[in-house]
């Protein structure tokens, strides 16, 4: 299970990032040996999985992610569905690039009840010099019921030196 960055010192450094392919850099993640993102230990949502265009993530939420009527907040699912879509696309970018979401779009079907786990399991569906497709579903670990879906689409952009 990844660890989480307790400090911006724990952070992986750019030039680290840019020195690996994304799909070592989320087996690193992976492995413990990169330091995960803080706000998966906030939002209790640990990777479980990762092959190339497919990673799975677990989530539960916790008494902290309601909103003030008592229910999961939509920005929870939004959380873990943005997550496991860019570290989807993640596990496509080469050597020297990055990438960042430039729109994703959530659908929730039903509602996650408070301490109930669910996997978050997204898949590449295109992924180019430029720009990467992908889509999610959170379902029930026990139930196996969809509780949302979610789309993205991330920009890749290639940070190595031209010259």
Same mark, same amino acid.
């Given at each position: 299970?990844?660890?989480?960055?307790?400090?911006?010192?724990?952070?992986?450094?750019?030039?680290?990032?840019?020195?690996?392919?994304?799909?070592?850099?989320?087996?690193?993640?992976?492995?413990?040996?990169?330091?995960?993102?803080?706000?998966?230990?906030?939002?209790?949502?640990?990777?479980?999985?990762?092959? +190339?265009?497919? %990673?799975?993530?677990? @989530?539960?939420? &916790?008494?902290? =992610?309601?909103?003030?009527?008592?229910? $999961?907040?939509? /920005?929870?699912?939004?959380?873990?569905?943005?997550?496991?879509?860019?570290?989807?696309?993640?596990?496509?970018?080469?050597?020297?690039?990055?990438?960042?979401?430039?729109?994703?779009?959530?659908?929730?079907?039903?509602?996650?009840?408070?301490?109930?786990?669910?996997?978050? +399991?997204?898949? %590449?569906?295109?992924? @180019?010099?430029? &720009?990467?497709? =992908?889509?999610?579903?959170?379902?029930? $670990?026990?139930? /196996?019921?969809?509780?949302?879906?979610?789309?993205?689409?991330?920009?890749?952009?290639?940070?190595?030196?031209?010259?």
């Amino acid at each position: 299970m990844p660890y989480a960055a307790q400090s911006q010192a724990d952070l992986t450094p750019p030039a680290k990032i840019l020195s690996m392919s994304g799909l070592a850099f989320m087996k690193g993640l992976l492995a413990g040996e990169i330091a995960g993102a803080p706000i998966a230990e906030t939002l209790n949502l640990n990777l479980l999985e990762v092959d +190339e265009g497919r %990673v799975l993530f677990w @989530g539960e939420p &916790t008494f902290n =992610a309601l909103n003030p009527s008592g229910a $999961v907040h939509g /920005g929870w699912y939004g959380s873990l569905l943005d997550s496991a879509l860019g570290c989807a696309v993640m596990t496509r970018v080469p050597q020297g690039s990055v990438y960042t979401t430039l729109e994703y779009k959530v659908n929730i079907t039903r509602a996650i009840p408070m301490g109930m786990s669910v996997h978050c +399991e997204a898949v %590449v569906d295109h992924s @180019g010099r430029s &720009t990467a497709v =992908a889509h999610a579903d959170i379902r029930g $670990v026990q139930d /196996g019921k969809v509780y949302a879906t979610g789309s993205t689409t991330c920009i890749i952009m290639n940070l190595r030196p031209t010259g």
